[in-house]
């Protein structure tokens, strides 16, 4: 932690783990913990031990599995029950040994909650936080409070809100975080009731959710109206439409507040971070969050790639590289000269003057017939070296194909394919099977290829999409096929287009094996 300051305090493992279709193990949740570390947060929730035995083992286990540089674990948790004793609750008692020098207790802050879901007096409620504060506290662990639906309760009942807030400060509670559970606020509405909050006295924190879109504007406006302490979920993972996203709330307030959360070295870790703790989630990470997504820094408009060409700057408001991220350049049927010319120069080569005229023209072409090169890298770079070379180069020449789909008697559907080709001056015939006829097409097109070529038994095909095109005059083209594959150190994408599902998915696949020999460094004959 870089200081006590200001919070960066991360919920994942709680609060975003409640996000629907996801499932933590107590191993995903010691991982996450070490990417949160990595980041240099200053706390991670890491659940609620005793009422769940998954956060149990993992407050177990991260005391030997952890060692954390940055972050300090928080066990999560109530008040005790109405008319028990903090010491005698054994909920309570689990914060208490959980081994976390935190606790974060959620404590109800809206009258109608308190009467309703506890089923207690307004009076009882403040002797539940009073206890409960002070008694962990004497236990020696420091204590943050959770003001559940402040803001709500604020707006029903100002006065009872803040004397929850003045109890729980006043008992030991070092934060008080008030909480829009249900997403709600809108920023300049919240901002009023954190300031008058703060006004106080009282440390304030801010945790937010995304119902209306505004967790992140909201947690921003929280902290300019004096909040000091920041909770966030990574990737914004969450119930309903999720909490804040943790990463583009540093990613603002440290690169255009110019508060300084965590250190550089690690904010230019933020991407990779963020697609780590995706990878342990099993969540696709959205291309299009801001800061870390693949498409934070992307440019397919021709003009602005015109303007990126003469500086960055101009349709970037970083650099990508503040954050690990990186500029990339779509070419497509909105791609100009410069768009090309960029994408060109990323990818290795020179398309300067009438070359590059001759490529967009030529894209916009295919992509008139339903091809998209934006999301096949691959397949572009071949069209560059076919454009440029003047002819189409390949490793391999094919006679024929086909594939076969047979049904047999006991139920069992097999798919058989077979190739014909040449390649260094051998004619091979290759056979295959699979579980469909693509996968028989891509079996057979390798072991045609892969004495020859020993490099293929490396590639993987990783995805597959297909897409019915809209038919139209002057097009034959109905279906495409993308295909995204793999050798293990990278991967890349490659299109077919086709009346037939099967004859797009071997143009894909065929450009798929070409460039996996590209990438080897066979130059074709």
């Not at 703060?198 to 109206?225: E, F, P, W």
């Not at 780590?276 to 800061?291: D, G, K, L, M, R």
């Not at 080569?349 to 992509?367: A, Q």
């Amino acid at each position: 932690m870089l200081d006590d300051e200001f919070h960066v305090y991360d919920t994942t493992l709680r609060d975003g783990a409640q996000q629907e279709g996801l499932n933590l193990t107590v191993a995903d949740k010691l991982t996450i913990a070490r990417h949160l570390d990595d980041l240099g947060v200053g706390f991670i929730e890491g659940g609620w031990p005793g009422a769940n035995p998954k956060d149990t083992e993992f407050f177990r286990r991260a005391q030997t599995e952890l060692d954390l540089k940055s972050a300090q674990l928080a066990a999560f948790g109530a008040t005790r029950r109405p008319g028990a004793r903090a010491a005698d609750d054994p909920l309570v008692a689990a914060l208490r040994d959980s081994g976390a020098p935190v606790v974060t207790l959620v404590a109800k802050s809206h009258d109608r909650h308190v009467e309703l879901a506890l089923r207690t007096t307004l009076e009882e409620n403040l002797a539940m936080i009073r206890d409960t504060v002070s008694h962990l506290c004497a236990e020696g662990q420091r204590v943050f409070v959770d003001a559940e639906h402040f803001f709500d309760g604020y707006r029903a009942n100002r006065a009872y809100a803040l004397e929850v807030v003045q109890t729980a400060a006043a008992a030991g509670a070092d934060v008080i975080a008030l909480c829009d559970t249900n997403g709600g606020m809108l920023p300049d509405e919240l901002a009023d009731v954190v300031a008058a909050v703060a006004g106080t006295g009282a440390r304030v924190g801010i945790h937010c959710h995304d119902d209306s879109g505004c967790a992140v504007a909201n947690t921003l406006a929280a902290v300019t109206a004096g909040a000091t302490h920041v909770q966030g979920c990574a990737n914004g993972y969450g119930e309903r439409s999720g909490n804040a996203n943790l990463f583009t709330v540093v990613g603002n307030l440290q690169l255009k507040r110019g508060m300084r959360l965590v250190n550089d070295d690690r904010m230019s870790e933020l991407t990779r971070i963020a697609h780590a703790i995706s990878e342990v989630t099993n969540v696709t990470p959205s291309s299009q969050q801001p800061y870390v997504g693949l498409s934070a820094f992307t440019h397919k408009a021709g003009l602005h790639a015109s303007a990126v060409k003469v500086d960055p700057d101009l349709y970037q408001h970083i650099r990508p590289a503040q954050v690990g991220n990186d500029m990339r350049m779509l070419v497509s049927s909105m791609a100009g000269r410069a768009s090309v010319e960029l994408k060109g120069r990323e990818l290795g080569y020179d398309l300067s003057g009438e070359k590059s005229k001759r490529i967009v023209d030529r894209v916009k072409e295919l992509e008139a017939h339903g091809y998209t090169f934006e999301a096949a890298d691959a397949s572009f770079e071949l069209l560059l070296r076919d454009e440029l070379s003047g002819e189409r180069r390949r490793h391999f020449e094919v006679e024929s194909w086909r594939a076969i789909v047979e049904r047999r008697p006991d139920g069992v559907l097999v798919s058989e394919a077979t190739v014909k080709l040449y390649a260094k001056g051998e004619r091979i015939v290759a056979t295959g099977e699979g579980n469909g006829p693509v996968n028989a097409l891509d079996k057979a097109l390798r072991q045609a290829l892969e004495r020859l070529y020993p490099e293929l038994a490396r590639l993987e095909l990783v995805d597959y999409k297909v897409r019915i095109l809209e038919g139209s005059h002057g097009t034959g083209a109905s279906i495409r096929v993308l295909i995204e594959s793999g050798d293990g150190t990278a991967e890349w994408s490659t299109v077919g287009v086709e009346e037939n599902i099967i004859a797009a998915s071997w143009q894909a696949l065929e450009e798929a094996v070409t460039y996996c020999l590209l990438r080897a460094g066979h130059e074709p004959g």
